[in-house]
């Protein structure tokens, strides 16, 4: 599994406008999600901010920040 690139920097001295930075998501117990990989599920714990376990029907998962793959439904 390879690791996803890490984010370009933006120069202060740049002509062009930095990317806006996304707001972090936030899942609370018992939203529906769905992941590009796992499809639909139900969160069932929240770790901090730095994880959350969603129950995918046939198996458990922990997804970690910043969740590029998952949304709430």
Do not use: N
Not at 1 to 21: D, E, N
Not at 24 to 51: K, S
């Amino acid at each position: 599994m390879t690791k996803p690139a890490a984010p370009k920097r933006h120069l202060p001295t740049s002509p062009f406008k930095a990317r806006a930075t996304p707001a972090p998501r936030h899942f609370a117990v018992g939203d529906q999600v769905t992941h590009d990989m796992y499809g639909l599920g139900r969160v069932i714990g929240v770790e901090d901010e730095v994880a959350v376990l969603v129950d995918f029907g046939s198996t458990k998962e922990r997804i970690l920040s910043p969740y590029a793959k998952m949304a709430k439904l």
